[in-house]
């Protein structure tokens, strides 16, 4: 594989799954840097990953920023002519990253998905159920054919990420907008199915407890609002 790839995580309290998900990625992707950024993880995160030595492998921290400004400093300090995301709980999903660029050769975007042909959510309903109204909502309002905003993993072309990367503010609402500025700007995204199985538990960053999912909700249905009414 020629092309560098860079692919960011952004960790808080993974550290059940970091060390896997780093070495998956080392194993089937050549040339390749993570850059990781942990947002103020308390169940030693930051300090697992620290132990890991390659020097592929580039680690910060932040205070409490939220996923969008995570993935922000990972691009800021990536190099990557590739640039990909990854949930850190879906390092089992590390070996379908060679196939994702792969089709980058004649696509601009590649996203896996739950919610295309062979794409299924195995989750329990109190799980899989936010993310199945979100999608939902993104393809009432914004009117195209991307099935999983929501996504844990995707690759892009670098200069296509840095022509149409919005301002980094929020959560996963940040690549709700990006997905769809995309998209109108008639960037080529593919979604290739995937399975997101039932034992994958992880504390989630963007619903902790009820409360906050409804707070972040209403958030990301205003940045869903804001976006389609840039309309650029």
């Not at 109204?133 to 929501?150: A, E, M, P, Q």
């Not at 080529?188 to 407890?209: D, G, M, Q, R």
């Amino acid at each position: 594989m020629d092309k560098k790839i860079s692919i960011i995580l952004s960790t808080y309290n993974e550290a059940l799954f970091i060390e896997q998900t780093i070495s998956e990625i080392f194993k089937y992707i050549e040339n390749v840097e993570i850059i990781l950024v942990d947002d103020s993880s308390s169940d030693g995160t930051f300090e697992r990953a620290k132990k890991i030595n390659n020097p592929n492998l580039k680690i910060f921290s932040k205070k409490f920023r939220g996923l969008s400004s995570a993935f922000l400093l990972g691009l800021i300090n990536s190099s990557g002519d590739v640039v990909g995301w990854i949930d850190t709980n879906m390092g089992f999903l590390a070996k379908r990253l060679p196939e994702m660029i792969d089709k980058l050769n004649s696509n601009d975007i590649v996203i896996l998905s739950r919610y295309v042909e062979g794409g299924k959510d195995e989750r329990s309903i109190f799980r899989s159920l936010p993310s199945k109204v979100l999608n939902f909502i993104c393809r009432l309002i914004l009117g195209n054919k991307i099935k999983d905003y929501s996504s844990g993993l995707f690759v892009m072309k670098r200069n296509v990420l840095l022509s149409t990367i919005p301002i980094c503010y929020g959560h996963g609402e940040f690549f709700i907008e990006f997905l769809y500025k995309a998209n109108n700007r008639g960037m080529k995204v593919v979604e290739l199915p995937y399975v997101h199985p039932i034992n994958i538990e992880s504390l989630s960053k963007t619903a902790p407890n009820i409360i906050k999912f409804i707070i972040l909700g209403f958030f990301y249905l205003t940045r869903i609002f804001f976006t389609l009414l840039k309309r650029d």
